[in-house]
């Protein structure tokens, strides 16, 4: 059996306004396991190209970086279409990073979106292929840097606590809503 990930950090984006234009706040929430021991808060542009940037500087810049194992991300975009590179990051961080999503992407949707109305649409488009195919998962569906896919589906059962989201991912959520509009909602 391999060697279990016990220390996380999830990231997600804050919600913000469709016409809002400027930058867009992320956090991060470090877990142990299942217990929350840290929350960290930065920020992207909408719509930017600063995504893998402005994830590995949050990270770098705390005092959790150097115990970290796996990097969950709320979802490969951040901020609108601000898209993660996620071997970039990867790479730079030297840990592995886990995309998570509960519904398999509409990828012609998106691909149509990103070429047709968004500026760099194309760059970040092949962004979106390079982290490959959305895999099932452990209930969810994953794209993966640094992780074989039995090691992503124990990641998520490992973090599973309340629902099919690791918890990291779910906290993320959770304060980011809270952050940004004062008090968490939706789904998490």
Request: proline fraction near 4%.
């Amino acid at each position: 059996m391999a060697r279990r990930l016990s220390n996380s950090i999830g990231i997600d984006d804050a919600p913000f306004d469709r016409r809002h234009r400027g930058d867009v706040a992320i956090v991060g929430v470090v877990f142990t396991r299942t217990r929350l021991d840290g929350v960290m808060t930065g920020k992207l542009r909408k719509d930017g190209a600063n995504a893998t940037t402005a994830i590995a500087k949050l990270i770098e810049g705390s005092p959790f970086s150097a115990h970290a194992q796996v990097v969950l991300l709320g979802g490969i975009t951040f901020g609108g279409f601000n898209v993660a590179d996620i071997h970039a990051l990867r790479e730079r961080l030297s840990t592995p990073v886990l995309v998570l999503a509960r519904k398999r992407p509409r990828l012609r949707v998106i691909r149509e979106t990103l070429l047709e109305k968004v500026p760099g649409g194309a760059r970040k488009w092949a962004l979106i292929e390079k982290a490959g195919e959305m895999e099932p998962c452990a209930g969810l569906w994953v794209q993966r840097a640094g992780l074989e896919l039995d090691q992503a589906a124990q990641v998520i059962e490992d973090l599973e606590v309340h629902g099919k989201l690791p918890e990291p991912i779910r906290v993320a959520h959770l304060v980011a809503g809270a952050y940004a509009e004062g008090v968490s909602r939706g789904r998490a």
